[in-house]
């Protein structure tokens, strides 16, 4: 139902995800707000400043389609 809403590319979800697994490897598991700051400076990247800013649950959503990565 919310596949065509993502935010994210499958290639910039993958970033996130990457960054989640090598910081808890590293002793620093990422906290929500930590997993939504990433995934926001990769928008600000692509769209600019001015991007509308990621959804209220995104964060839960995102673990959740990653859930058996995370």
Known sequence: FNAG???LTPEEERVVVD???ESADRGFPLTHTNVY???DQILT???GEDHD???HNWVDGFINRHRDEL
């Open 5 to 7: 809403k993502r935010r």
């Open 19 to 21: 960054f989640c697994l």
């Open 37 to 39: 700051s990433a995934a």
């Open 45 to 47: 990247a692509r769209l």
């Open 53 to 55: 800013p990621l959804g």
